[in-house]
């Protein structure tokens, strides 16, 4: 739905060749791109329940997004998707 957060459906393979933030950030940047997430990104929290990978490993995958310019972390606030983003 368009405005709301939604959880897309996230599959990290613990077995795969490709690290798991890395999985993660792929997953996250192409529900980006379709639409599916945002405006505002899951929280850290959701993400790390939703995968089962450890909080570092989603705060990696979230900055790798964010030097790429995808989405942007406003302390104590959230992460949300980057306006041009998507688009």
């Known amino acids: ?3 709301q957060n939604v959880l897309v459906k996230i599959v990290i393979d613990p077995g795969a060749v490709e690290h798991t933030y890395l999985q993660l950030a792929r997953q996250l940047r192409e529900g980006i791109a379709a ?3 945002g405006p505002r990104m899951p929280s ?5 329940e939703e995968t089962g990978l450890a909080v570092n490993t989603v705060r990696r995958a979230i900055k790798l997004l964010a030097a790429e310019g ?7 606030r959230g992460t949300f998707v980057a ?3 998507g688009r």
């Open 70 to 76: 995808l989405v942007v972390t406003y302390p104590g």
């Open 1 to 3: 739905m368009p405005g």
């Open 83 to 85: 306006p041009e983003a």
């Open 35 to 37: 639409g599916e997430i």
């Open 44 to 48: 850290i929290m959701e993400l790390t």
